[in-house]
């Protein structure tokens, strides 16, 4: 692909971010009780406790868009590293267990641990993402002819099935299957200012290692001979994206739960329209990620109004045959 410089790049920055700000106001202004967009603003800059519409969008729409904003990015982050580091298309949170792990270890904990706190499942979370990907590129390793990005998938499909199912047979067997529904569903519905809390710090360490190391993640992307040639020390990259996307993909699972696909078809647009330098397809899949989920959960609401529509279903929409169209194109090198 021809990369296309930081020109392309600043343009999605700023239209993208523009289009962001746009969606999360639609997003606060729709919903059971339309709100204007103007009692939006004066609810954000002249919080009357007084007024009903003012309550529900500090209380309600806000923690939830917000979320939305947060989570999106950190998806879409998490994928793009995933893809840079492998070197794999396909790669994605959703696609190669690491979604399915950290929902199976949520699971887990509702279980054996009931009464778990918001912090506890987060641990919980970030546990489960790392035997999901642990086992899946253990399976690849393993792999007749070495590993290739759709035997990976396929890898990755597996687990992910897998896993789902034996959160589903602990959900049954042990009574907290409806406990279990919010985070197999994915949604944004119920988001408090205590999620955003909680997700404020992840951003802020695991954002920030995604810039640290997303120069190195472009030269990694090359090969890793190349990488090694260049002086790079290739372990320390990967145990840094590594621990980047459990992350960023464990606190979005425990949050949503599954939201799948953001971090598949985000890095590949940003790609297309940005290049292929990680300085910044990062920022620009951070931003690209939030707008996408945003519009997701706008859509999920007005899908089938006044009823919500899980936004997992909504980016699987999407997603799906993004996935499908890819594994066609590689699947040509089995």
Sequence with gaps: MKQKGPAGAVLILVLGTAALVLGLGLSISFGAASIN??????????????????????????????????????????????????????????????????????????AFFPGTSYIGLLVWSFAGAGLGALLVFGI???????????????????????????????????DVAQDMAFWFAGGLAGMQWISIQMLIPVAVIGLGLAFFISRAITILSLGEEVSKGLGQKTALIKTLGIITVLLLTGAAVAVAGRIGFIGLVI??????????????????????????????????????????????????LIGVPFFLYLARGEGRGL
């Design 37 to 110: 967009l103007g009692t939006v603003w004066e609810a954000l800059v002249a919080f009357n406790p007084d007024v009903t519409d003012h309550q529900i969008i500090q209380e309600v729409r806000l923690p939830r868009v917000l979320s939305a904003v947060f989570i999106g990015s950190f998806l879409a982050v998490s994928g793009a590293i995933m893809q840079g580091m492998t070197r794999n298309p396909l790669a994605s949170p959703a696609i190669l267990g690491v979604t399915d792990g950290a929902a199976f270890a949520i699971a887990l904990a509702f």
């Design 140 to 174: 690849g390793m393993f792999a007749k002819g070495g590993i290739t990005p759709v035997k990976l998938a396929l890898a990755g499909v597996a687990v992910g099935a897998m896993l789902s199912s034996f959160s589903s047979a602990i959900g049954i067997h042990f």
């Design 267 to 316: 890095p590949h647009i940003t790609r297309f329209l940005a290049g292929v330098d990680y300085r910044w397809i990062i920022p620009c899949s951070a931003v690209l990620g939030a707008l996408l989920l945003v519009l997701a959960d706008l859509g999920a609401r007005m899908v089938n109004a006044p009823y919500e529509t899980p936004v997992g279903a909504i980016t699987a």
